[in-house]
């Protein structure tokens, strides 16, 4: 067999998406699990990122996929196979890692053979796909340079054209841009994803870097704690977090702490601590006396007369601060005791500034506004 090696293969599919973790476990000490029941699953060519902060088990996922863990329970399927029957050199999973990894006393060329190698394949096929991996990444001019002899950036791409040069199915990268400035780091978040759906490879990637995750991700898991908090496309996660824990990780969010007050529908309203009230949408509240967190997004707070006029509720506000930013107001206000409330306005003509110590009204859609958990 000199076909690039992997038992993968489509014949081998079932109607079931092409990784699945189902109720998988981690433990690495017998007792406390890293991991908690986790359901996942990734359609084939699908570009999705597990974000969360540090500890919450994302390597630890990646790991288990790839092979180098085990599951302490559950399963772990690739193309409809468990894979605990498929040895891991025979998964056809490309892998790219923070730390370049490459082979110190190889050439940039013979970095990129290794795995094709391994897979028998003849000189001149080899030599054709390198060309094309280093095509991919820019890098056609440097096959005879060592990894000492090159850049960060330029080992990391080597790195990824490692990972993608025997075409495999599946990538999986732990935050591999970790190390590199943000304006490189940039351009390969734009290479990595361009590259990945160009070539149809489905992707579990790591970071985080909830920005690179908004950006690069079909979808996003959003990890805390060895639980998947939230899964969902970038624009449903920062639009419609399901917890205080997703609103706070993803982007910036007021937090109002306060009651439910009345609740019927998709509609409730919440008592703050200061005894005003305000609209909001309840996502984890179903009943009045429930302790609430509602946070609401910067830019979507409202100040002018004009458009608060025809709300239901508004609250007072002291302005504190005003920064201005170039594209954007950023507005510090006192909101219910609280002084760390901010409010974004878009640069525009018309746009007022405001100024310390102004007191104005402000509102929202009760769309904007979340009623979240309060633990
Ligand atoms: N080999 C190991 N042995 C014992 N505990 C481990 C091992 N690897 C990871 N852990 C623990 O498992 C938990 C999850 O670790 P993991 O590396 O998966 O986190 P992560 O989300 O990748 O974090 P980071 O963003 O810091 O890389 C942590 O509490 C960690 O200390
Ligand atoms: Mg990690």
Same mark, same amino acid.
């Given at each position: 067999?000199?076909?690039?090696?992997?038992?993968?293969?489509?014949?081998?599919?079932?109607?079931?998406? $092409?990784?699945? $973790?189902?109720?998988?476990?981690?433990?690495?000490?017998?007792?406390?699990?890293?991991?908690?029941?986790?359901?996942?699953?990734?359609?084939?060519?699908?570009? !999705?990122?597990? &974000?969360?902060?540090?500890?919450?088990?994302?390597?630890?996922?990646?790991?288990? !996929?790839?092979?180098?863990?085990?599951?302490?329970? /559950?399963?772990?399927? #690739? %193309? /409809?196979?468990?894979?605990?029957?498929?040895?891991?050199?025979?998964?056809? =999973?490309?892998?790219? $890692?923070?730390?370049?990894?490459?082979?110190?006393?190889?050439?940039?060329?013979?970095?990129?053979?290794?795995?094709?190698?391994?897979?028998?394949?003849?000189?001149?096929?080899?030599?054709?796909? =390198?060309?094309? %991996? !280093?095509?991919?990444?820019?890098? +056609?001019?440097?096959?005879?340079?060592?990894? %000492?002899?090159?850049? /960060?950036?330029?080992?990391?791409?080597?790195?990824?054209?490692?990972?993608?040069?025997?075409?495999?199915?599946?990538?999986? @990268?732990?935050?591999?841009?970790?190390?590199?400035?943000?304006? &490189?780091?940039?351009?390969?978040?734009?290479? =990595?994803?361009?590259? %990945?759906?160009? &070539? /149809?490879?489905?992707?579990?990637?790591?970071?985080?870097?909830?920005? +690179?995750?908004l950006? @690069?991700?079909?979808?996003?898991?959003? $990890?805390?704690?060895?639980?998947?908090?939230q #899964?969902a496309p970038p624009d449903e996660l920062y639009e419609r977090p399901q917890n205080s824990?997703v609103a706070q990780?993803i982007g910036e969010n007021n937090k109002l702490p306060g009651t439910v007050e009345t609740i019927a529908g998709d509609a409730c309203t919440v008592r703050l601590?200061?005894?005003s009230v305000i609209d909001a949408t309840p996502v984890n509240v179903s009943?009045p006396?429930e302790?609430t967190l509602v946070s609401v997004r910067p830019e979507r707070v409202e100040f002018k007369?004009e458009v608060t006029a025809g709300m239901e509720h508004t609250v007072?506000a002291?302005? &504190? +601060?005003?920064?201005? @930013?170039?594209?954007?107001?950023?507005?510090?206000?006192?909101v219910a005791?609280?002084?760390?409330f901010v409010m974004k306005c878009r640069?525009?003509?018309?746009?007022?500034?405001?100024?310390?110590? @102004?007191? =104005?009204r402000i509102g929202w859609d009760p769309r904007d506004a979340r009623a979240l958990d309060r633990?």
């Open positions: 067999m000199n076909e690039i090696a992997t038992d993968i293969r489509p014949e081998a599919a079932t109607d079931e998406p $092409f990784v699945v $973790f189902d109720r998988v476990q981690k433990s690495y000490d017998g007792e406390t699990l890293v991991v908690k029941d986790l359901n996942l699953a990734v359609p084939r060519g699908e570009f !999705l990122t597990m &974000l969360g902060p540090s500890g919450s088990g994302k390597t630890t996922c990646l790991m288990m !996929l790839a092979g180098f863990e085990t599951a302490t329970h /559950g399963e772990i399927r #690739l %193309a /409809g196979r468990s894979i605990n029957d498929i040895p891991p050199h025979r998964r056809g =999973i490309g892998m790219v $890692f923070q730390n370049y990894a490459l082979f110190p006393h190889m050439t940039v060329g013979e970095n990129l053979a290794f795995p094709l190698e391994v897979r028998s394949m003849g000189r001149s096929e080899r030599e054709e796909k =390198i060309r094309r %991996a !280093l095509g991919m990444v820019q890098m +056609e001019d440097f096959a005879d340079r060592r990894p %000492a002899q090159l850049s /960060g950036g330029q080992q990391q791409r080597i790195a990824l054209a490692r990972a993608l040069v025997f075409e495999p199915e599946l990538v999986l @990268m732990d935050e591999p841009l970790g190390a590199l400035d943000k304006q &490189l780091r940039e351009t390969l978040q734009f290479e =990595i994803t361009n590259l %990945a759906h160009q &070539l /149809g490879i489905t992707t579990v990637y790591v970071t985080h870097d909830q920005t +690179e995750a950006t @690069m991700s079909d979808r996003v898991a959003v $990890f805390n704690d060895g639980v998947i908090q #899964l824990f990780f601590e200061d005894g009943e006396g302790a007369p007072e002291e302005v &504190l +601060e005003f920064v201005y @930013m170039g594209d954007t107001y950023r507005t510090r206000l006192r005791g609280d002084e760390g640069n525009s003509l018309d746009q007022e500034r405001l100024s310390p110590g @102004m007191r =104005i633990v």
